[in-house]
T-cell receptor
Framework: QKEVEQDPGPLSVPEGAIVSLNCTYS??????FMWYRQYSRKGPELLMY????GNKEDGRFTAQVDKSSKYISLFIRDSQPSDSATYLC?????????????FGGGTRVLVKP | DTEVTQTPKHLVMGMTNKKSLKCEQH?????MYWYKQKAKKPPELMFV???????INESVPSRFSPECPNSSLLNLHLHALQPEDSALYLC?????????????FGPGTRLTVT
């Protein structure tokens, strides 16, 4: 069993729809939860991070963490074709120096005009 | 400036060649990372440097040799690679010691081993 599971997709939605992404994890010691966006042949770009359980909103993006269920989600409202990319969830433990990220496998999202 | 730069963008090398990948950041970050990413897979951590000292080596084969000559530069020296080492090599950097150390990724070097 992988530490972090993520549906690979592809997830195809029409422009303007809500994109719903999620990851499950097995290590209850994870404290920080991140979502990265990666366009083809580019490096990942951090979209949002959350600490512990709860919701966090930033513009069109909402991240949710449910530590009791070991489940995290990312919602993208009013999706645009430019949101077409691979979305990677990532998690980390609290560390004093350096920070190892454990990634999910990524979900490919396609927003159709 | 929140940019991590990597050179070269593309590299083709034979199995007997020696080459180096270079990464640079000027954000004052004291942790730097090398990741390997195969197609349609997530990045896999290879090495972490913290304050220019190697702090994590994820059991990477010795044909990959990292070097951190100063706080802004990170190199990855390559020697006697195998075709299965072909991948996108990503560099990242972050602060150290804060509660959350956001990692900023570079665009990567696409390596092909022939």
């Amino acid at each position: 069993q992988k530490e972090v599971e993520q549906d690979p997709g592809p997830l195809s939605v029409p422009e303007g729809a809500i994109v719903s992404l999620n990851c499950t994890y097995s290590n209850s010691a994870f404290q920080y939860f991140m979502w990265y966006r990666q366009y083809s042949r580019k490096g990942p770009e951090l979209l949002m991070y959350t600490y512990s359980s709860g919701n966090k909103e930033d513009g069109r993006f909402t991240a949710q963490v449910d530590k009791s269920s070991k489940y995290i989600s990312l919602f993208i409202r009013d999706s645009q074709p430019s949101d077409s990319a691979t979305y990677l969830c990532a998690m980390s433990l609290i560390k004093a120096a350096g920070n190892k990220l454990t990634f999910g496998g990524g979900t490919r999202v396609l927003v159709k005009p | 400036d929140t940019e991590v730069t990597q050179t070269p963008k593309h590299l083709v090398m034979g199995m007997t060649n020696k080459k180096s990948l270079k990464c640079e950041q000027h954000m004052g970050h004291r942790a730097m990372y090398w990741y390997k990413q195969k197609a349609k897979k997530p990045p896999e951590l290879m090495f972490v440097y913290s304050y220019e000292k190697l702090s994590i080596n994820e059991s990477v084969p010795s044909r990959f040799s990292p070097e951190c000559p100063n706080s802004s530069l990170l190199n990855l020296h390559l020697h006697a690679l195998q075709p299965e080492d072909s991948a996108l090599y990503l560099c990242a950097s972050s602060q150290v010691g804060t509660r959350f150390d956001e990692q900023y990724f570079g665009p990567g070097t696409r390596l092909t081993v022939t």
